[in-house]
């Protein structure tokens, strides 16, 4: 069976037909799409990425392929954010660095931006919430850290200090933040 789906989509591709990819997801527990020429479709919705030269647009359909007569919005955003995909709905949209980024949550059937979440480390995407580690400008001290206390003394060594980050909950239901129990430590680079 190998052999006759490689043997088609050599076809495909011979002849100009588009094969479809999936979309990754920047995030675990996100929602997977297909990719097709530069469109990345779900069932409900599709969007695609075009890059300009100093920035990008996120332009945002309704229903799966792209389909210019079933564009929602556009969006344009600078160069150092990156469409991150679909979660419950909402588009993700990245921005930042090495050391904390900032997460933008948009209405796929509106553009508006619902929410701007800080974070260092990786989101945990569940079914109605989005659980991550905001970061503080405040110095932590070891004792409050749960990662190895070699590895954040070989940062500080290396003169890079450790800042201290604190959970916080996006509910999707309501919209709001909240704190969350867990503390954590990042590097400020």
């Known amino acids: 069976m190998k052999d006759l789906s490689l043997g088609l989509m050599l076809s495909l591709v011979a002849f100009g037909a588009s094969v479809a990819e999936p979309f990754e997801p920047i995030f675990d527990n996100t929602e997977a799409g297909t990719l097709v020429d530069g469109c990345a479709s779900w069932s409900a919705q599709s969007a695609r990425v075009?890059?300009?030269?100093?920035?990008?647009?996120?332009?945002?359909?309704?229903?799966?392929?792209?389909?210019?007569?079933?564009?929602?919005?556009?969006?344009?955003?600078?160069?150092?954010?990156?469409?991150?995909?679909?979660?419950?709905?909402?588009?993700?949209?990245d921005s930042g660095g090495a050391e904390d980024h900032e997460l933008f949550l948009v209405a796929a059937d509106s553009g508006e931006r619902l929410?701007?979440?800080?974070?260092?480390?990786?989101?945990?995407?569940?079914?109605?919430?989005?659980?991550?580690?905001?970061?503080?400008r405040d110095r932590a001290d070891s004792s409050q850290c749960p990662q190895?206390?070699?590895a954040l003394a070989q940062w500080e060594e290396r003169g890079m200090p450790v800042m201290r980050a604190v959970e916080k909950v996006f509910d999707k239901k309501t919209g709001n933040v909240s704190a969350g129990e867990k503390a954590s430590c990042y590097v400020m680079q």
């Open 148 to 150: 190895s206390k070699e």
């Open 50 to 93: 075009v890059e300009g030269e100093y920035d990008w647009s996120l332009q945002v359909f309704k229903g799966p392929d792209c389909a210019a007569q079933a564009q929602v919005f556009e969006k344009t955003y600078d160069m150092d954010t990156r469409f991150a995909g679909l979660w419950q709905d909402l588009l993700l949209v």
């Open 115 to 136: 929410a701007a979440l800080w974070y260092v480390g990786e989101p945990v995407f569940s079914e109605h919430s989005i659980h991550f580690f905001e970061p503080t």
